[in-house]
């Protein structure tokens, strides 16, 4: 019998979960690098203030950065353990990439969801529209989940797996990466970028993570 | 300069359950390698290799070290492709590839691990859900229980706390809990004990019966008694001089 997709993405879901939170060295990385940087802005700061566009690139810097310590070792965890050549037997290629960037998308919300309030509050910043702010966060930690996942299980067979992972996520991750820091500057009150901007980041978004899809099948079976 | 030459099948202890020529039917499943040559950078494994596999019966592939029988099993189920002719896996008289054919096989090898921090339990029901099936807890009981690893047993730990060998019968219980077609097991009684390795001859006896595929790259004896028929691989490795 053969598992529905939803059924198949869920127990690949819960597999990374079980398995992520019980060793956690991952969420650790992620969250001590965010919590590190924060302080060192704030400290440097010296209660100083920042423009709203460099206050949003900073955010996205850390949130990128952050998710990097984590998000590139979505497969390349797998291929270490040994445990990839089970997953290519037993789990469907869809399943598996979409189970794994569901998880990827989960931890980069929590991500978001402990850096962004202490990086409001650190940085003394005033959020004048925080639908905005939302918007942006949400749609940028979908594209950095959707290239992350690709980009990781491409490079997984990588010697230079760190490196590669960094090389090619910089061109893919561009197109969410400038929008995401313009609308997020909107929200602390900069002029200029505001939903059409959330509209292309959705669509890119839906692009990367189709692309993912059909480029994946080609990784995962040999014939 | 590279020596050896490729299969040479031979007989084992015969067919149990009727010859292979009674076989030759489109029901049940079938392995073709046509003329397959196998490359590794310069190094040549296998070499115009033509050969069928059936159904209903043992097949052993033996060889020396290096001589290919990992890869036999790996070209067999296409989780790596020949540099010259084809390998084609048939169910039923239908030629299956890509997710069609890894529904309908299951391997035991030195390679395959289990999630360390998961337990038996959701390691099987990871790899079992992933193949549409779902057990009752008395059926995940029973599985392990079947392979010696039940829960009085193991008391519910993680996979990082087993030894080499429960680790082995984990993925006995998770072959014989799949219903694969395809049985490809390299050297699946290493690290187990007697009483294991006898497990695992009755298991595939028993699988052989129903008319799955079976086969069992090995250098261990019992074994190579066990099955129907053997394919020899003697390998294309480098001279030393």
Redesign the interface.
């Known amino acids: 019998m053969k598992p529905s997709a939803w059924q198949g993405i869920c127990l690949v879901f819960r597999k990374e979960l079980t398995a992520g939170l019980r060793f956690r060295a991952a969420w650790a990385a992620m969250l001590m690098f965010a919590l590190t940087t924060l302080a060192c802005a704030s400290m440097a700061l010296q209660g100083g203030s920042l423009e709203p566009r460099m206050q949003a690139a900073l955010l996205w810097i850390i949130l990128f950065f952050a998710s990097m310590a984590g998000a590139d070792r979505v497969f390349a965890d797998e291929s270490t353990a040994g445990t990839l050549l089970t997953l290519r037997v037993y789990g469907a290629s869809q399943a598996v990439l979409l189970g794994k960037l569901c998880y990827t998308f989960f931890l980069l919300l929590v991500l978001a969801a402990f850096t962004v309030p202490l990086f409001l509050v650190f940085l003394d910043v005033t959020v004048k529209e925080p639908l905005v702010l939302l918007g942006a966060v949400l749609l940028g930690t979908g594209g950095i989940a959707a290239a992350g996942t690709l980009i990781a299980a491409l490079t997984t067979d990588a010697s230079t797996h760190s490196g590669l992972f960094s090389v090619l996520m910089l061109p893919v991750i561009l197109p969410v990466f400038l929008p995401a820091i313009s609308l997020t500057a909107s929200s602390f009150g900069a002029d200029g970028a505001g939903s059409p901007y959330l509209g292309a980041m959705a669509l890119y978004d839906a692009i990367l993570a189709v692309g993912a899809s059909v480029l994946f099948d080609s990784l995962w079976y040999e014939d | 300069m590279w020596g050896g030459l490729d299969a040479a099948p031979q007989k084992g202890r015969g067919m149990r359950r009727g010859s292979m020529e009674e076989r030759q039917t489109d029901a049940g499943a079938s392995i073709v390698f046509a003329n397959v040559t196998k490359r590794f950078g310069a190094h040549t494994v296998i070499h115009g290799l033509t050969r069928t596999v059936r159904g209903g019966c043992i097949t052993a592939v033996t060889g020396i070290n290096g001589s290919g029988k990992s890869t036999f099993l790996k070209l067999a ?5 020949p540099e010259e002719g084809a390998v084609h896996v048939a169910i039923d008289g239908e030629e299956v ?3 069609a ?3 309908k ?3 035991v ?1 030195p ?8 337990t038996a339990w ?1 390691n099987l029901a ?2 079992l ?5 779902k057990l009752t807890k008395e059926g995940y009981e029973a599985l392990l229980g079947r392979v010696g690893l039940a829960r009085e047993k193991t008391g519910g730990m ?1 996979v990082e706390g087993y030894s080499t060998g429960m680790r082995q019968r984990l993925k006995l219980a ?1 072959l014989f809990g ?1 219903d694969a077609r395809i049985w490809l097991l390299d050297e699946p009684g290493a690290n187990l004990d007697e009483a294991g390795r006898e497990m695992v001859r009755a298991e595939a006896r028993a699988a052989a019966g129903r008319g799955t595929l079976v086969l069992w790259a090995t250098n261990d004896a019992g074994e190579e008694a066990e099955a129907d028929e053997t394919i020899r691989l003697a390998g294309h490795l480098p001279r030393l001089s």
Request: charged share 30%; proline share 0%.
């Open positions: 189920a296409h989780l790596i492709m590839r890509r997710a054919l890894r529904a096989i299951a391997l090898t390679e395959l691990r289990f999630y360390a921090r998961l959701e990871f790899v859900g992933a193949r549409g099936k993680r998770a799949t």
